[in-house]
């Protein structure tokens, strides 16, 4: 089974997910990325969807799921990169993803991953 | 093919890629297809202790489709109507496998009861 | 009815090249001529056509497989080069059909001088090319059907597209303005188009104008709600302008929440407030 590497940047973690996930890889990444954010201490987490042609619901529930534990452990989640197709797929499927943070790319969500950082006073890049 | 694994539920996920692909589908209505039948597939993995996919090219006067079955031997679902609705669960899920997908396709039609199995057949129009 | 096709494969190899100039003329002879001025097919057509009827029947295939067998593969082929190319140029379905039918005459004629005594091979040998013609003719018309068809679908198509354009009005901020009811395959054309240019500019605003959509119900409500639900989704936002009084009261009327999309009168300031989110001042600097 393969893990997905989690790369570090600072005080944020970023994830790219370029695989069809198995069930079981993307229970893996959660139970990593909590532990990592952990163990870094880090403050922002940027999961890069842009390659992901396909989020059924439990890629769906997963990415809830980093993004509440993540929430717990004091960090912020963004998911960027959904492509259109999924994204009229998630909506029909009646999918909200309450509770996660969206943005169109890497770039912006650094963007808001920082800015995020500054109303709690801390700095992500130190 | 037979769907008994989670690595199953990727094989179907591709299969019917590369069958709504070959059949010239829309990319959106190719990843509706796709989306339903890894919801429905996982089902019959996880909830029917495996079974199959079976599909069908099928055509309606002057009007092409796809036609997928996901049938197991399972316990089948005891309440129907209350499985249709959105958010009811029987297991770990938001439940929206059965529901959602419903949406995702054309026609949708199910066949379940306590101790004989269940059997999903959905088909999307071109 | 037994299909004898002894006395037609024997008709149709002594007679082949008389057989298509008497087939052809049967055409320039009839009302056959179409509107397009032209013959519907020339000798040479007949002559590809009668070769791919005589192989076939050779071949002993079932005329009721006409469709399927793969002794017919050829004459299908044919059939439908000619079929789509008439559909194309705007033929009826008629002309092209009465040219396969025209083909009955002189085959009978054969028949009736050759087997006209007896009766049982003159039936059997009638039988034969009458459901062989006529099949060749059935599938004529639908492959001549399903072309057209293909012909509208794109036109529909073009059409759709060419309504529903998806503007930049600044950088960041898209604009597609709506005109005409919103239907389901309207919508979802539109919330393709528009999903798609957000990711190619990555532009974070998105506004729907719905100045030119007479009315709005519960169903356009829905569609209306589905694609600011996917532009979210997507980390962009959307605004919805152009809604007049009516359509206010209409909504408030049908009890539609709009879950916190917000919305304006006029474009004009949907854009206003686009700016004012993106960080943008504007300033007059002539009075």
Redesign the interface.
């Known amino acids: 089974m393969e893990r997905i590497p989690i790369l570090q940047m600072g005080k944020c973690l970023l994830v790219t997910i370029q695989v069809d996930l198995e069930d079981q890889t993307a229970l893996q990444l959660q139970d990593d990325l909590a532990s990592k954010i952990e163990k870094t201490g880090a403050r922002g987490v940027l999961i890069d969807i842009s390659a992901l042609e396909i989020v059924d619901s439990f890629i769906g529930r997963m990415l809830a799921g980093i993004s509440g534990v993540a929430r717990v452990l004091d960090a912020t989640t963004v998911v960027v990169g959904m492509q259109p197709a999924v994204a009229i797929t998630l909506v029909e499927l009646g999918l909200s993803l309450e509770g996660v943070r969206t943005a169109l790319n890497v770039e912006r969500g650094m963007h808001m991953l920082h800015a995020a950082e500054k109303e709690t006073g801390f700095d992500a890049a130190s | 093919m037979s769907l008994a694994t989670e690595q199953d539920i990727v094989m179907s996920r591709q299969t019917v890629r590369k069958l709504t692909h070959e059949l010239k589908f829309s990319l959106v209505d190719q990843t509706k297809m796709v989306t339903a039948a890894s919801e429905l597939s996982r089902n019959t993995v996880v909830y029917g202790g495996g079974g199959e996919m079976r599909w069908q090219v099928v055509a309606n006067g002057t009007k092409t489709g796809l036609r997928l079955a996901f049938e197991d031997r399972g316990p089948g679902i005891p309440n129907l109507d209350l499985a249709l609705t959105d958010g009811w669960t029987s297991g770990k899920g938001l439940g929206m496998g059965l529901s959602g997908s419903k949406r995702l396709v054309n026609e949708f039609e199910i066949r379940s009861a306590p101790g004989e199995g269940t059997c999903v057949t959905i088909t999307r129009w071109k | 009815m037994k299909q004898d096709n002894a006395a037609i494969k024997e008709i149709l190899a002594a007679d082949q090249d008389a057989i298509a100039r008497d087939w052809v003329a049967e055409l320039t002879g009839s009302a056959a001529t179409g509107r397009t001025g032209g013959t519907v097919a020339s000798l040479s057509d007949a002559r590809d056509l009668l070769q791919a009827f005589q192989d076939g029947i050779r071949a002993g295939a079932d005329a009721a497989q006409f469709d399927t067998a793969q002794e017919w593969a050829a004459a299908r082929s044919l059939l439908g080069t000619l079929s789509a190319s008439r559909a194309a140029q705007g033929s009826s379905a008629g002309e092209t059909s009465q040219f396969v039918l025209s083909l009955k005459k002189p085959i009978f004629q054969r028949v009736q001088a050759r087997v006209g005594a007896s009766p049982d091979q003159l039936m059997s040998a009638i039988w034969l090319v009458s459901t062989v013609v006529d099949r060749m003719a059935q599938y004529t018309v639908s492959i001549f059907?399903?072309t057209r068809?293909e012909v509208i679908g794109r036109q529909q198509q073009e059409l759709l597209e060419l309504s529903t354009p998806v503007i930049k009005l600044w950088d960041g901020v898209l604009a597609v303005p709506m005109i005409g009811t919103l239907d389901s395959s309207r919508t979802?054309l539109v919330?393709?188009a528009l999903?798609?240019r957000?990711?190619d500019t990555?532009s974070?605003l998105a506004i729907i104008d719905i100045t030119g959509v007479p009315t709005v119900d519960t169903l356009v409500a829905q569609h209306l709600l589905?694609t600011v639900?996917?532009?979210?989704?997507?980390?962009?936002d959307c605004i919805i302008s152009g809604v007049r009084p009516q359509i206010a009261q209409t909504i408030v009327h049908l009890g539609i929440d709009l879950a916190g999309i917000t919305t304006k009168a006029s474009l004009a300031d949907a854009l206003a407030l686009a700016l004012k989110k993106a960080g943008y001042t504007v300033s007059r600097t002539k009075s």
């Open positions: 059907q399903k068809e979802q919330m393709e999903l798609q957000i990711v990555g974070e589905k639900t996917a532009i979210r989704l997507m980390g962009a």
